[in-house]
Nanobody
Framework: VQLQASGGGLVQPGGSLRLSCAAYGFVFEDFAVGWFRQAPGKEREEVSCIQHSGGHTTYADSVKGRFTISRDNKKTTWYLQMNSLKPEDTAVYYC??????????????WGQGTQVTVSS
């Protein structure tokens, strides 16, 4: 199994970024996938999760209304569109594959992190 995350970078407050994660080596459409983040000195937290078919999504309260998760099962890729970014969104973002078709409580695979820095 391989997960390849991309799309991080430096952005000014109020700006946007889109993270992508491409997956290989398993039956992608059978599992929920999500995004987590870890800021310096803090624990890793779940940002968003999308069920296997894409019909159900969840978001951390801190990102609701600003971030949107989506997936393309044909491309075995999922995305996190991040708008209205704030300095407190600065973190290493990780893509993850759940052990289940819904929910990201238990993770089977982690991608490498991608740094997102929001700063003027």
């Amino acid at each position: 199994v391989q997960l390849q995350a991309s799309g991080g970078g430096l952005v000014q407050p109020g700006g946007s970024l889109r993270l992508s994660c491409a997956a290989y080596g398993f039956v992608f459409e059978d599992f929920a996938v999500g995004w987590f983040r870890q800021a310096p000195g803090k624990e890793r937290e779940e940002v968003s999760c999308i069920q296997h078919s894409g019909g159900h999504t969840t978001y951390a309260d801190s990102v609701k209304g600003r971030f949107t998760i989506s997936r393309d099962n044909k491309k075995t890729t999922w995305y996190l569109q991040m708008n209205s970014l704030k300095p407190e969104d600065t973190a290493v973002y990780y893509c993850a594959v759940s052990r289940a078709w819904i929910g990201c409580d238990k993770i089977a695979y982690w991608g490498q992190g991608t740094q997102v820095t929001v700063s003027s």
